[in-house]
């Protein structure tokens, strides 16, 4: 099992944006030298809390901080991009990176997004966007004829070549015949993982379902692949996870009902999702109120919370319960206290992962 990281990233609202920026640089810094194998940074316009509008530019700056650590946007929301556009930056990135990025991407769900850029979320055409939008980035890189393309969201135009000038749509990814690219998917017969399941694309699992949710996920996206001619490795599949550990189950524990996690849920991210209709993806069992998912809820059944053995343990039934994974993503949050978090994420890569190394 390989061990990554998720940087959505979680700042109050109001938050100083160059102490944030910065402190999330510094995160991926520390991971790398205790050797996390990748990070994946969201794509949030309009939501203060998830402040990182440009994961692309965030990840150039880290790939310059970092040596060994593979980054990816997680996910660039495509509803948001012109083909032409997104295709040049994501390309040269790619080279900036020399075989070091990842192509996360997906609809987006952030409402305000949806308005800023004039989608409708109710006719799901968020959707249909992501795919029109990614299959001809796929065409751009591969020599797409010249021509006027366009779409109800987007225009552009491949031009006609001047050779003898060099003018001429030259960009193509560093790797071939593209980056890796990711797909996120948040329900138990998500759409969009059924699409990756198809095109062969790696599957990203979102970190507040609980394990038989993720399990529907994966055996669409088998059934995905084994209908389109495809096989599927579960060596691929992404599980994001917030994780933190202590000496004690003791001490994990009254560190999660006290400190940043507890604040992050309870001001912002239960908030987010009880507004946005999304209470019913987080429920072990669907029958359960609306009022049942709190904080000790999400400790004693989602998140990942404990003493190093206590952790090993729920990673491993996690992997039991899901019939396995190949890449678990540790959740970020603000480093508070920074020691006490760094202690965690060192504990998580030099013990307990290895400890797993049979799975």
Not at 25 to 34: F, N
Not at 36 to 42: C, G, I, L, M, Q
Not at 101 to 113: E, Y
Not at 225 to 253: F, P, Q
Request: some cysteine; glycine content about 6%.
């Amino acid at each position: 099992m390989d061990l990554g990281y998720f940087v959505d990233p979680l700042h109050p609202a109001g938050s100083d944006f160059t102490k944030t920026i910065h402190h999330d640089l510094d995160q991926l810094k520390v991971l790398d030298e205790l050797g996390y194998s990748e990070a994946w940074v969201a794509e949030h316009y309009t939501a203060a809390w998830e402040n990182i509008p440009a994961p692309d530019i965030f990840i150039a700056q880290a790939i310059a901080m970092t040596k060994n650590i593979k980054l990816g946007t997680g996910v660039h929301c495509l509803p948001n991009h012109n083909p032409f556009h997104i295709a040049h930056r994501i390309a040269q990135l790619d080279h900036q990176a020399e075989g070091r990025f990842m192509w996360g991407v997906g609809s987006g769900a952030t409402p305000l997004d949806f308005q800023a850029f004039g989608i409708d979320p109710a006719t799901n055409e968020q959707r249909e966007l992501t795919w029109e939008t990614l299959e001809m980035v796929l065409k751009i890189w591969d020599g797409l004829e010249p021509g006027t393309y366009e779409n109800k969201f987007w225009k552009f135009t491949m031009p006609e070549p001047m050779e003898e000038l060099g003018f001429y749509v030259h960009m193509q990814p560093y790797q071939k015949p593209h980056p890796p690219i990711a797909v996120a998917g948040l329900g138990a017969r998500s759409d969009s993982l059924i699409k990756a399941g198809q095109k062969g694309w790696w599957p990203l699992s979102i970190d507040f379902v609980p394990s038989s949710t993720l399990k529907s996920q994966w055996d669409v996206y088998e059934e995905a692949a084994k209908a389109a001619g495809r096989s599927s490795n579960r060596d691929d599949w992404r599980i994001c996870r917030n994780v933190y550990i202590a000496d004690t189950t003791e001490e994990a524990r009254d560190f999660a009902f006290n400190g940043v996690m507890a604040r992050d849920f309870v001001t912002y991210f239960r908030l987010v999702m009880d507004k946005l209709g999304f209470l019913d993806l987080m429920k072990t069992d669907p029958e359960m109120p609306d009022d049942d998912i709190d904080l000790e809820y999400m400790v004693d059944n989602i998140w990942i919370v404990g003493s190093r053995e206590d952790v090993t343990e729920k990673i491993r039934q996690l992997y039991r319960d899901v019939g396995g994974f190949g890449t678990l993503l540790a959740y970020s949050h603000e480093w508070e206290p920074r020691d006490q978090w760094i202690k965690s994420m060192t504990i998580l890569a030099e013990e307990v992962i290895p400890s797993l190394s049979d799975l």
